[in-house]
């Protein structure tokens, strides 16, 4: 497996992936031709240094050695640098009556942009034949050390946004008891509409004042910052790597927004740029992450190998993913945080 930047030959594949994510599948990769058409286009913009840090989408396909396609994943190099970036953030209000000896403290829910110019990892999705072996850690960390190659195409922080709780309807409890009666619609379709771009309706209709989450229904108060199961996986990787919940939920199904400063990233902190050198890692060797430290000719891997006296040896298989030869530079980092599996 490799994961490369997605071009215009790969938009059949993309449109068959969208149609596989489900009813309730994700909202930055709808199954629309002329949408994701125009993703891919600010992809290729993006990868070639063509377009500004508040325009890039850097959308990146999981391919196999005979070309099929079978995952994607993205990073958005700086949110609402170009309209609003909307959070809620989890407060505290303090009520005290000394005569009555009454003491509240009544969590409240705050409209919020601070997450604003933070780049964010997004569109993460693979294959349900495929989740298996490295592929599902490689298609989520690849952009960790893209990141750590390109660090001035990216802001101070980097966040990602979890899948809240929901049923297999696609109902979700905390869109049930707030946001459907702001927005008179179902959840599926304000989450659409946010995924395609469409986002100015959320200033229009979201009250600015805080919440108080006592008003709130006990399955939405319950979920408030909660991951969806399926979510797990992806949650545990990027624990892993440094990322955290700092007070931040989405709006519609209150999954919570973690994140990291960008040189903490363990895989950014602890990358280093090696030789390659081609031989045999041995039975032993651990699995490192290698990118050919390219742009738009970026490929990375997933593969054994081992340092030897400022060089890393991988098999003659890994160098042809890579596009490379004895002698290139990479940039490498262990795969395992040793943080992930207890994460």
């Avoid at 509240?104 to 604003?116: G, V, W």
């Amino acid at each position: 497996m490799i994961v490369r930047p997605v071009r215009s030959s790969d938009l059949p594949a993309l449109i068959e992936l969208a149609r596989s994510t489900g009813k309730t599948g994700l909202t930055t990769l709808p199954a629309n031709e002329e949408r994701l058409a125009q993703r891919i286009t600010w992809a290729e913009k993006s990868f070639a240094g063509q377009a500004e840090r508040p325009d890039t989408d850097y959308l990146f396909v999981l391919e196999d050695d005979e070309g099929l396609v079978v995952g994607i994943s993205a990073i958005a190099g700086g949110v609402g640098l170009r309209e609003p970036c909307y959070n809620f953030r989890v407060g505290l209000t303090v009520s005290a009556s000394h005569e009555l000896n009454i003491f509240r403290e009544i969590p409240t829910l705050f409209l919020a942009n601070d997450l604003t110019g933070n780049a964010e990892l997004c569109s993460l999705f693979l294959h349900g034949e495929h989740r298996s072996g490295l592929n599902g850690r490689l298609l989520s960390k690849a952009r960790l050390l893209f990141i750590a190659e390109f660090p001035e195409l990216f802001g101070r922080k980097v966040m990602a946004e979890m899948r809240g709780i929901c049923d297999e309807a696609g109902r979700s409890p905390f869109w049930e008891s707030l946001g459907r009666h702001f927005f008179k619609m179902e959840f599926s379709q304000a989450d659409y509409l946010t995924g395609v771009g469409n986002k100015s309706f959320i200033a229009e209709l979201m009250p600015r004042f805080p919440l108080y989450t006592c008003f709130l229904s006990p399955a939405a108060r319950e979920v408030i910052g909660q991951v969806h199961a399926d979510t797990q996986p992806a949650l545990s990787i990027l624990s892993g790597e440094g990322f955290n919940y700092q007070g931040y939920v989405d709006i519609f199904d209150a999954g919570p927004a973690i994140e990291c400063e960008t040189g903490k990233i363990r895989a950014v902190r602890d990358s280093q740029t090696l030789v390659l050198a081609i031989g045999t890692p041995g039975d032993d060797a651990p699995v490192y992450l290698i990118h050919n430290r390219k742009r738009e000719a970026c490929r990375i891997a997933a593969a054994p190998a081992r340092l030897a006296a400022g060089t890393l040896v991988v098999d003659p298989l890994t160098a042809r993913r890579l596009r490379l030869g004895a002698g290139d530079h990479v940039r490498a980092v262990p795969m395992s945080s040793g943080r992930e599996s207890q994460a």
